[in-house]
């Protein structure tokens, strides 16, 4: 199947500029680094608003499971805190990189973080532009994986809101999804 085309149950698209942690929606996705233990950008705006308990969820997660740090590409759950959301699915983007094809580990950020979206029955769920801050990847191309691979997705989800934060990142997930 070409990763254009929409699968028999793919999700609803929509965009919203604006702040991922003021979404009211069954599971919010985090940009996270591999150790789960909170960071700047996205993620430091999830636990600050989120309160501890994340946190907490975060580090008990290490503990038990990832040691050695959630590995890139993955996602895992916790419960949302304090937002007005039930989860956050936490998945760690591939920094960019010039010389190599990091493409496959950004699409699967997206599918994985379905795939627990899933396990958790949540079925309004919302992306910032993962790996287009501090990793460093074009928005454009970070845009055309993340609705390429939303739109290919074999998935109960309903919504998949794209939340993203300025306008240069608006504007190219709006040009994606025309
Ligand atoms: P990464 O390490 O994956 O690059 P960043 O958090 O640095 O993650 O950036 C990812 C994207 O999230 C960037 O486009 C950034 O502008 C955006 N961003 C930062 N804070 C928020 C927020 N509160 N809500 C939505 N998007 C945000």
């Known amino acids: 199947m070409s990763s254009d085309r929409a699968a028999a149950r793919a999700p609803r698209l929509t965009l919203v500029q604006g702040d991922i942690t003021e979404q009211a929606v069954d599971a919010v996705v985090n940009a996270a680094n591999s150790s789960l ?32 740090g959630l590995p890139t590409g993955q996602a895992v759950a916790t419960t949302a805190g304090r937002l007005p ?18 493409s496959d580990l950004l699409a699967s950020c997206h599918r994985e973080s379905l795939r627990v979206a899933d396990e958790l029955g949540a079925r309004t769920v919302a992306f910032p532009a993962i790996s287009t801050g501090v990793y460093g990847w074009p928005i454009e191309e970070a845009a055309r994986i993340a609705v390429e691979t939303v739109r290919a ?3 109960a989800v309903e919504e998949v809101r794209f ?14 999804m025309e």
């Open 37 to 68: 233990l909170g960071g700047g950008g996205v993620d430091g705006a999830i636990h600050r608003r989120g309160g501890p308990d994340i946190l907490a969820e975060c580090r008990a997660l290490r503990a038990s499971h990832y040691g050695r």
């Open 85 to 102: 959301a039930r989860w956050v699915i936490h998945t760690v983007g591939p920094v960019h990189s010039a010389s190599e094809d990091r």
């Open 153 to 155: 997705a074999d998935t």
């Open 163 to 176: 939340v993203l934060f300025d306008e240069r990142a608006y504007a190219a997930f709006a040009a994606r």
